[in-house]
């Protein structure tokens, strides 16, 4: 089972990558008044999300280390920030210190989970 680990492995970091791109596009769309595109972008970037997590955990029961975990958990946590600024950013309801809080959180997270995803596990 082991040696399936990087087929996992390297489709994970894709649909990261993938998930980042439609991140960024769906906040431009928003931001630009382009609401239905930015719809579209979000419903994609749900299906991506699915993907980023199932390939997750699939790599997390390949090899169950503690720091995988984790790793997972704090990856977990940076998808529903990316959800939450996406989402309130579409409903107009993210005010200036959320907005500011969020994308610090954003940025951190994204941070330790590449650093945890490259260096760590």
Request: glycine residues 4%; positive net charge; aromatic residues 14%.
């Amino acid at each position: 089972m082991i040696q399936h680990y990087s087929i996992f492995l390297h489709s994970h970091a894709l649909f990261w990558l993938i998930a980042i791109v439609l991140f960024i596009l769906t906040t431009v769309m928003i931001r630009n008044g382009k609401q239905k595109p930015a719809k579209i972008m979000q419903m994609s970037l749900r299906l991506v999300y699915l993907l980023v997590f199932g390939t997750g955990l699939t790599m997390i029961f390949l090899v169950p280390t503690t720091m995988a975990i984790v790793k997972g958990i704090l990856a977990f946590v940076l998808i529903y920030v990316m959800e939450m600024i996406s989402l309130r950013m579409s409903k107009g309801t993210l005010t200036k210190q959320m907005a500011t809080r969020l994308w610090a959180a954003f940025v951190v997270l994204l941070v330790v989970v590449l650093y945890f995803g490259y260096f760590l596990t």
